[in-house]
């Protein structure tokens, strides 16, 4: 029997992208993959944020920053209750977590944020506003992390099979089939390629925006 | 005697880049360029930045929106109420005047963020976030003042000589000597570029996010 | 009388973008502006490109590198000749040119690329990839220049009112209506940009890629 | 035993990064990978590459477009010969294998580039310009191959533990500590990184650039 010697926590880790990451981590065989779901944190609670991080003293070795997305609102209509609220739910939170969460030497941090970022949706400006600003914090600490071994990786996701794009959408089928592969994405792909880089070690990629959208941004990078 | 029947208000427009602005601005005959200083109007001040606009039922027709820079601090330093402060100043406040600011058909709207938005600065992390943000809420309503012909533009500036750049590094002339040009820019290159587009309505640059950084920036675009 | 002590060379400058270019260089009274036709010089023609430069001994104030661009074509159709011919008139053609004209100290180069740099446009293969080489050069020699006080900008232009966008569009007055300002863009916006710059001596841009497509670009740079 | 079915064909596949990435395809029980050395295919004979794409009559199933990296120049030094030369190399034979290799659906294209693509280093401009020449290639053509099934990923690779990076640094090892990460890339990383993909089928990524650089870029993207 393998000792389950490492951990990782994945927030919203209980549904769609969070819970695909959750369960491909925990195939690897050192791995304690541990989901939060959105009542064990929301990430808009920026004490909750910082309790959370008491829970871990011996450190995590895989972080997934991943939270649900906010509300589709014309600008308009945006109240500074929502900025706040979201502010705190899609950034601040993050940046708390990082300035007391230990994250240990040779680990790995994820941000699942949005090809909204790259190309931003008028009709999604919380999401854009916070999510590229939770990109380049995370930017901005790699060099640092990266002498601790550690390796930050942010994914751009693009449309996924998961209840929010069900959602957002209103016939999210024919949104799919208009799509250059004829589909959204599925979690277990982001899965997957989560697990696989921490599974080898592929720290090097550390730094990276990557974008997981089946072709449809039409920015050259 | 020409009729200065166009309004421009410039945000922080008593010192520095601001102040540049507001000068070229206001050598065009037809233009009347207000530029407010900090005292005027603090946009981390949320209440304030609501008040000021109602001051100007009839519109503005350029809008600058412009503040003064974060303080240099480690990641590890920065505290929630600073979080909050600048989140209020480089980026809430700018939200909440789109909101609510009239802006005259035809108009402009000039954002002064930082090439820190492309290349984040380790040590600058509340002002690479936060004017990122401001950089992605433009972008995303740049379509929709395109309906009215209203412009936005987003000028990336690099190391100014201005206050701001003399207080954060410790040797400014010798700073500028290492640059690809051996000097900082001159805010009076900002406000003639912006008075210039003013003035002979070049509104097909809206949407634009434009260096002006004396090459510094290494990236391609 | 003002002495016309400043030259400016524009390629492609007898029509489109490049006329208008000449013509609002042409309107500052220190310069002489000659816009060079298709027929005076095709970048094409590696030879002329560098017997060119040999007309130019006291050297040039500005140099715009501006051609035609190529035609659209389906990938597959895409043969070796039009691979070579468009790889001499939009990239080898310029850097040729760069490495052997003589630019005056504190001058300027303008490259006229497009805005399918940034986001590529499947049918115009040819102009994206050659396009976005020259982008990288002037990019790569702009710190270089910045040493002579020698200014690089790169504008990426969207649809203009030109020949070349009536030829490529079935119908040009409806495509004008799909975009953000329901209009294409004016070639003497481009002009008018450009004189300013260089009368103004706005030089701090250098290293700049300028999107100028009326907020048509859906990427946040 | 497991039958190899599907066929994996690594462009200058025998040293290097390349190597690496036809070592970790070869694992994986389905896949013949087959790693052409440069003596097996110079890139830079356009004869070759269009000769070669009908030793495949059946297709292939993952196609790696790698090549040697061309020497550091002075702009200055820079033959047309050169440049033709390294137009074939780097990006002309690319092309033309796109145009006439049997990609079979639900396969893979990697494009190896550099991360010179986004920050061009004014010493490798042979480099900087046709690499990104081909990275514009593959983004305009991914949304054709998705239709297909056929995912293209394009990974902008930094330093790596190559003879090439010891050829062009003076002192490699003080070089890699210099880096974020106090060392240079393994090609074993990019190797397992691209079998992973292949492996788990994680055909969303279509379309990205991967920068694979160990946290060296500057920008946020």
């Known amino acids: 029997m393998t000792v389950k010697s490492k951990k990782a926590l ?3 880790g209980s549904r769609g992208i969070g819970k695909a990451i959750t369960n491909s981590l925990g195939q690897i065989p050192s791995y304690d993959a541990l989901g939060l779901s959105s009542k064990d944190l929301d990430t808009s609670d920026i004490n909750k944020c910082m ?6 003293p011996n450190g995590v070795d895989v972080l997934v920053l991943n939270t649900g ?3 589709a609102k014309p600008f308009s209509e945006i109240s500074i209750e929502d900025w706040n609220k979201f502010h705190n739910q899609l950034f601040l939170g993050f940046a708390l977590i990082l300035q007391k969460m230990k994250i240990n030497d040779n680990g790995f941090i994820f941000l699942i944020s949005s090809y909204n ?3 931003p949706d008028p009709n999604l400006i919380l999401s854009n506003t916070y999510r590229i600003a939770s990109t380049s914090l995370l930017k901005s600490l790699s060099p640092q992390f990266a002498e601790k071994e550690i390796t930050c990786i942010n994914i751009a996701s693009g449309p996924m099979d998961t209840d929010r794009f069900n959602e957002l959408s209103s016939d999210p089928i024919a949104a799919g089939k208009g799509f250059p592969m004829q589909r959204v994405g599925k979690p277990a792909e982001i899965g997957d390629f989560v697990a696989s ?3 080898k070690n592929i720290s090097y990629l550390s730094g990276a ?4 959208d089946g072709a449809i941004s039409r920015g050259i990078f």
């Not at 309790?51 to 871990?56: A, G, N, P, R, T």
């Open 10 to 12: 994945i927030l919203a």
């Open 51 to 56: 309790e959370i991080c008491d829970l871990y």
């Open 69 to 71: 997305g906010p509300p």
């Open 117 to 119: 970022i790259k190309e």
């Open 197 to 199: 880089i921490v599974e």
């Open 209 to 212: 925006t990557i974008n997981f």
